[in-house]
């Protein structure tokens, strides 16, 4: 007998768990999920839901977790990330960013001994950035978020 768990979305709400426990008073955790992409035929089309959103004052950031295995060292290979992935972090940010001075996107992966520091930031445009931070599934905490400005106390 076996059990097969989706480990993307254990991973996904294992980051959200410990994150929500970390964060500043001033700040809240949603789930969106009311924007759509596009519009067809008069009706909305390609629901886009980010793994999470984090709001304090008037900053907010869009973060997405990724169960995949990268290696910060291997800039040839684009550290083995996938360019859909930059794709759907680009539709989320101009999607629920848009109307920020300063689009804050963060890509959460699993950390390991090839990816325990971030990557160098990503830019979009001038407005929206993307960071590429490890998380430590031992400790429950996503390193360097001071990086992005993120408000926890503890990740």
């Not at 992005?148 to 503890?154: A, D, I, K, N, S």
């Amino acid at each position: 007998m076996s059990l097969l768990f989706p480990m993307e979305k254990l991973f996904e709400r294992y980051v959200a768990a410990c994150l929500g426990r970390s964060l500043a008073t001033d700040a809240e955790m949603t789930r969106p999920s009311n924007q759509y992409l596009c519009s067809h035929d008069g009706g909305p089309m390609f629901w886009l839901e980010p793994d999470m959103m984090i709001e304090s004052g008037k900053l907010r950031w869009i973060l997405d977790t990724k169960w995949k295995l990268i290696d910060s060292s291997d800039r040839k290979n684009k550290y083995g990330l996938k360019q859909s992935d930059f794709y759907q972090l680009f539709a989320y940010g101009n999607t629920y960013l848009r109307n920020n001075e300063d689009g804050r996107l963060v890509l959460i992966y699993p950390k390991r001994a090839l990816f325990d520091k971030p990557l160098p930031v990503f830019s979009f445009s001038e407005h929206l950035v993307l960071w590429v931070l490890p998380f430590d599934l031992e400790t429950g905490r996503l390193e360097n978020f001071a990086l992005c400005g993120l408000p926890l106390t503890t990740a």
